[in-house]
């Protein structure tokens, strides 16, 4: 029976190193371990390794190699009989490759060392099957037709929801109940472009909803830097970048940041971009203690899922920021009645302390102070997204298109902490600011 | 001059022999009449260091083509790598074929036994690095050492440590 390279796709995970064999002109053979075997299509792989340059040279002038490739799920090995075609060093195979490397080496350390210099493109004349004394393993692979149903399935959740919040609670949701992944996070771009910012996440002992992420570190920030999916099957040979710092609310108190939540034994994880109009919205980021959990399949459902979110998400900032005119709300007094607390603002960095505990900083800690102020001077408490960004005071030209995730982000946080003010979302562009007792505010200087 | 033989002999260090009897990955790189290459794993190595030689134990049964080019031109290139930390050394020479002593049968046991260890510690279960650790129909590589190089992956990679004078 004749294997075709796509029955071998497993092989291509990157979880059992592959071996090559090539043969100088006077015959000297030279064996070498490679760093990433990529199946190109069913008659050609790539090799991209930065290391092994005796076997550039002996299949420069001896194009014919061995390549010894091995199923993760059974030990099962292949040896395919290769010719070497040719190296590229751009393209969409070479970005591809680039950017999977980068991602695995910035978290290992290693940067430079890992460049990429130039992708092998051999074609595979034949595939033989190593034999062995052992059963080899029939795994069936995950039907395309199921994997369509399910993101047909949470697709039409997101296209349901009509807010921010829904949208990213759809996306999340599904993907646990659905696929049954039960780590994950969406994240999304800060206007600065520089960062992304945890909105939700499921699975985790604690939601890390504020958490950053720098663009272009480690597997997250490599797919927003990159814009594209990110893939590590086997992460027992990365080191994990925070794992040992330990979160606590002490931590957050001091350093005035939320750490980004993890597994302690994290094995497998894939970060998807969230594009929609050309532009990076956030990425999605999912994770498993199994080796192997996210296979090649599961990658390209999850690319539909993550830009699906993202385009709905860009809607839903354009829908909220249409909302309706500020209707006058019933001027009260603000409530003074009940437990009095303290809220702390501290002006240099927007970063609010609720009763001593760290909140958030930044834009979505200034739109905070910004409502809180009104709601004291003048006790009101409906307000408008136009009005938000019309608002004189806030100064803020560059959260035009970020307003509805940065007061999402804000609520999210206001209700992780179970602090006395809460806001609502109450319709289309408009909140509600729920304060239950008497708020204090302090401004502070440094 | 490679193919040359018996003139002189490569000393192995200590160090080389001791991490090349240890729980290493052993992988071999052989070639035919038309220079096609051949990958094979043997599963155990014997260094006689005062003679500069190793033998490998490798199933003939699982790697025909590899025991048929030892027999038909002798070159052979051998890269043994430390799963836990991609320390690797690749050694090359001339080999013949011989068969196995109890000796070697023994070994290959011992190898097997503490390479499925080794690599459990690493999360791989038995049943997935059975098919790499076979053991039947051994025969012994006997490889004189022409040539050692570093193989790690770095900046060191592919300098040669040690070569037959």
Not at chain 1, 157 to 183: C, M, P, Q, W, Y
Not at chain 1, 302 to 318: K, W
Not at chain 2, 135 to 153: C, H
Request: glycine content about 8%.
């Amino acid at each position: 029976m004749t294997i075709r390279l796509r029955d071998l796709v497993a092989c291509f995970e990157g979880v059992i190193p592959s071996i090559i064999a090539t043969a100088a002109p006077d015959g000297t053979p030279n064996i070498s371990y490679l760093s990433h075997v990529v199946l190109v299509d069913d008659e050609r792989v790539a090799l991209s390794n930065q290391f092994f340059s005796k076997t550039a040279a002996n299949v420069r002038a001896n194009p014919t190699a061995a390549v010894l490739i091995v199923d993760p799920r059974d030990g099962a090995q292949y040896q395919l009989y290769v010719a070497f075609e040719q190296t590229l060093d751009s393209g969409e195979l070479f970005e591809e490759m680039a950017a999977q490397l980068r991602a695995t080496s910035t978290q290992m350390g290693l940067g430079e060392v890992m460049r990429l210099r130039g992708v092998d493109i051999y074609r595979v004349e034949a595939v033989h099957a190593v034999p062995s004394t052992r059963p080899r393993l029939k795994v069936p692979s995950r039907e395309a037709g199921l994997q369509l149903m399910t993101v047909a399935a949470i697709t039409r959740k997101i296209s349901e929801a009509v807010d921010a919040g829904s949208i990213v609670d759809a996306v999340l949701d599904g993907l646990r109940d659905r696929f049954n992944f039960t780590n994950a996070m969406l994240l999304l771009k800060d206007p600065t472009g520089e960062r992304l910012f945890t909105i939700g996440s499921r699975g985790y002992d604690r939601s890390g909803i504020g958490s950053e992420v720098l663009v272009g570190e480690g597997v997250i920030g490599t797919a927003a830097s990159e814009r594209r999916p990110v893939r590590v099957s086997d992460m027992s040979r990365i080191r994990r970048f925070g794992s040992a710092v330990h979160a606590s609310s002490y931590e957050e108190n001091r350093t005035r940041t939320i750490l980004l939540p993890g597994m302690q034994d994290t094995m497998s994880q894939v970060a998807l971009p969230m594009i929609a109009h050309g532009s990076l919205r956030g990425v999605l980021f999912l994770e498993s203690s199994r080796r192997l959990a996210f296979t090649k399949e599961d990658e390209v459902a999850l690319v539909v899922v993550a830009t699906q979110a993202a385009a709905a998400l860009a809607l839903a900032e354009t829908e909220a920021g249409e909302g309706q005119p500020s209707e006058p709300t019933v001027a009260a007094e603000p409530v003074m009645a009940g437990r009095q607390f303290r809220v702390v603002h501290y002006a240099y960095d927007d970063s609010i302390f609720i009763e001593n505990e760290y909140l958030i900083k930044g834009v979505p800690g200034r739109l905070l102070v910004h409502l809180l102020r009104i709601y004291l001077r003048e006790g009101r408490t409906e307000f408008t997204n136009r009005e938000i960004r019309l608002s004189e005071e806030l100064r803020l030209p560059d959260i035009k298109d970020n307003l509805e995730t940065r007061l999402l982000l804000l609520r999210r946080r206001l209700e992780e902490k179970a602090v006395p003010i809460q806001l609502l979302r109450v319709g289309r562009g408009r909140i509600r600011l729920e304060v239950a007792g008497s708020a204090v505010l302090e401004e502070a200087a440094d | 001059m490679l193919g040359w033989k018996g003139a002189s002999i490569v000393l192995i260090h200590e160090e080389f022999a001791a991490f090349m009897a240890s729980p290493v990955m052993i992988v071999l790189g052989t070639r035919d009449g038309s220079l096609v290459p051949e990958i094979a794993r043997a599963v155990g190595a014997v260094v006689h260091r005062e003679e500069g030689r190793i033998d490998l134990m490798i199933s003939e049964w699982q790697w025909p083509r590899t025991v048929l080019n030892v027999r038909a031109n002798g070159q052979l290139a051998v890269t043994f790598a430390r799963p836990s930390d991609y320390v690797s050394y690749q050694v090359k020479g001339q080999a013949t074929v011989a068969p196995v002593s109890a000796e070697h049968i023994t070994l290959a046991a011992g190898y097997r036994k503490s390479m499925c260890a080794a690599l459990g510690e690493l999360g791989l279960e038995r049943r997935i690095v059975a098919p790499w650790l076979i053991n039947r129909d051994l025969v012994a590589l006997r490889l004189t050492v022409e040539e050692i190089f570093v193989q790690t992956p770095g900046a060191k990679a592919g300098q040669l440590v040690e070569r037959q004078p």
